[in-house]
């Protein structure tokens, strides 16, 4: 997402607003481990300093679809993050992570890199029951579990 930043550099507006949707890459998604993203929505404003940085404070929401670590179906996982980022004109980050022109500013690394950093390691869906609970030599342990070992119940007795 190229920002035209011509009016900001020449002084002739303080800030520039951003309200617009984003798309990313397919393969980009499928990277990251997500199934889809869904709904991406920037808002905020790019200003300028007096020390010819440019400071961007941006609004990122929308959902991500994660597999469910129990049923392994597709889960819609809400997201809101804030983005507080400066670049500076001549620092050597800013040409790394930002595709710079000499008027434009690209945006779209830092957002995905921002999006990249709320994945959850692990989501369950709330529609996830614990369908197979016991099978052939195991079963599920909960902390409610009264299930106690004879030859510890023994045990019990002596403390009393």
Same mark, same amino acid.
């Given at each position: ?35 889809? /993203? *869904? ?5 905020? &404003? !790019? #200003? ?7 400071? $961007? ?14 049923? /392994? *179906? ?5 997201? &809101? !993050? #804030? ?7 001549? $620092? ?69």
């Amino acid at each position: 997402m190229n920002i035209d930043i011509t009016k900001l550099k020449n002084s002739i507006v303080s800030s520039i607003p951003i309200d617009s949707k984003m798309d990313f890459s397919k393969d980009d998604i499928t990277r990251a481990d997500m199934i889809d /993203l *869904k709904d991406v929505k920037v808002t905020g &404003n !790019i #200003n300028r300093n007096s020390l010819d940085d440019y400071y $961007a404070e941006l609004h990122v929401e929308g959902k991500m679809v994660l597999p469910c670590a129990l049923t /392994l *179906k597709p889960f819609d996982y809400p997201f &809101n !993050i #804030n983005i507080d980022a400066i670049f500076s004109e001549d $620092a050597q980050e800013m040409s790394k992570k930002i595709k710079k022109c000499e008027n434009t500013i690209d945006i779209l690394p830092i957002v995905w890199e921002n999006i990249l950093m709320e994945i959850p390691m692990r989501v369950v869906s709330p529609e996830a029951n614990l369908e197979k609970i016991a099978g052939d030599g195991w079963k599920l342990v909960t902390e409610d579990s009264e299930d106690v070992n004879p030859e510890l119940a023994k045990l019990k007795d002596l403390l009393k």
